[in-house]
């Protein structure tokens, strides 16, 4: 399945870098996610975008940017990462945020993040 | 807000054995609640899935049990095969978001 793409696949860049995750899906929806995946810990949540609006941001720190040009590409810009950020970070898309169709999430493969 | 605990953390099976996870949830307003297969370096993808208003859901070896009133949903594979190793998630949905579990190591040994 290539719905959802995600570039890089893998990212190594030091604190004081400045780089962009991107996500791109071919699937028509009209929500965009990012999530976080950390070792033994939940998938957490970290923004939402609906019709390219943003309605969620879980209390992430402002070290991490997203953007959402259109409702078929989301980025994540990141700059001054600390080395607890290191993780996979994984973006999906649903038909709608709200999901009443019960329309899943597709996940892309996710780019491995590392901070030095 | 939601809290979805899940059990085991790993799980090793025989091949041919079944294998079963638990997830509780606190929000009585979820409604919808998925299962997730992510095979070692590769994106999570859905298996299976149920909605609260049914009790049970089956798809081939794979099949899904929700009790509402105790809150919890399970998680079962029958025939496991070497190819069902991997990391499984389970998550509730009390409104537009999914809250996850911290998922579950299947180890299926031939």
């Known amino acids: 399945e290539t719905g959802v793409t995600q570039t890089p696949r893998h990212l190594v860049m030091g604190m004081t870098n400045k780089k962009s995750l991107k996500c791109e899906q071919h699937?028509?929806?009209?929500?965009m996610y990012w999530y976080k995946q950390s070792a033994k810990k939940p998938l957490e949540l970290m923004f939402v975008?609906?019709?390219?609006?943003?309605?969620e941001n879980n209390s992430v720190p402002s070290r991490f940017s997203p953007e959402c040009p259109n409702s078929s590409h989301l980025f994540l810009h990141l700059h001054t990462l600390q080395p607890e950020d290191s993780a996979l970070y994984l973006c999906?898309?649903?038909?709608?945020?709200?999901?009443?169709?019960?329309?899943?999430?597709?996940f892309g493969d996710g780019t491995r993040l590392s901070i030095l | 807000g939601e809290n979805v605990e899940q059990h085991p953390s790993t799980l090793s099976v025989q091949e041919g054995d079944s294998a079963v996870i638990k997830c509780t949830y606190s929000?009585?307003?979820?409604?919808?609640f998925p299962w997730y297969k992510q095979e070692l370096g590769k994106r999570p993808q859905l298996i299976i899935d149920?909605?609260?208003?049914?009790g049970e859901k089956k798809d081939q070896r794979i099949a899904v049990t929700l009790n509402k009133t105790a809150k919890h949903f399970s998680l079962h594979i029958t025939e496991t095969q070497p190819e069902d190793s991997a990391v499984y998630f389970c998550?509730?949905?009390?409104?537009?978001?999914?809250?996850f579990g911290t998922g579950t190591r299947l180890q299926v040994f031939p």
């Open positions: 999906a898309s649903s038909q709608d945020r709200w999901g009443n169709s019960n329309q899943p999430q597709h």
């Open positions: 699937l028509g929806h009209n929500a």
């Open positions: 975008y609906s019709l390219e609006e943003r309605v």
């Open positions: 929000d009585s307003a979820s409604n919808y």
């Open positions: 149920i909605r609260s208003n049914v």
């Open positions: 998550a509730g949905r009390p409104d537009d978001k999914l809250i």
